[in-house]
């Protein structure tokens, strides 16, 4: 069984997940040539970055032949849900007020994204 996530994605390791959500499974062959030849790295650091992402426990693979097919264990929103957690906890001390209060006041919302902002609100404290 995969270990459990500790720390969010690096740059990295997302653009490589972003790869495997949107394609599938994939051989670290197919990831490398799934990145822009201009900006593609070596095959290894792929596969090392491959090999770091599964001890997170972001993904898995299976043996096919010689190849190593890795497949998401985690989903997009829940890989976002652990960033914006190790950003609540380490620039606002865990706290989800101070963070959205951050959100709110540093960046300039638009009235419709003020708006939307209230209704979720509202949503919530009917839920809560």
Do not use: C
């Amino acid at each position: 069984m995969a270990r459990r996530r500790s720390v969010p994605l690096t740059e990295a390791e997302q653009r490589l997940m972003e790869i495997v959500w949107s394609a599938g499974p994939a051989t670290v062959g197919s990831i490398v040539e799934a990145i822009p030849a201009a900006e593609r790295p070596a095959y290894n650091t792929v596969q090392t970055i491959m090999k770091i992402l599964e001890r997170k426990g972001y993904v898995e693979h299976r043996a096919e032949g010689r190849a190593f097919v890795y497949q998401a264990v985690v989903d997009r929103e829940a890989a976002a849900r652990t960033a914006l957690s190790h950003v609540m906890q380490r620039f606002f001390g865990g706290s989800p007020r101070a963070l959205a209060l951050n959100l709110i006041e540093g960046d300039h919302l638009t009235e419709d994204e003020l708006d939307e902002l209230q209704r979720t609100i509202a949503r919530a404290k009917d839920e809560g």
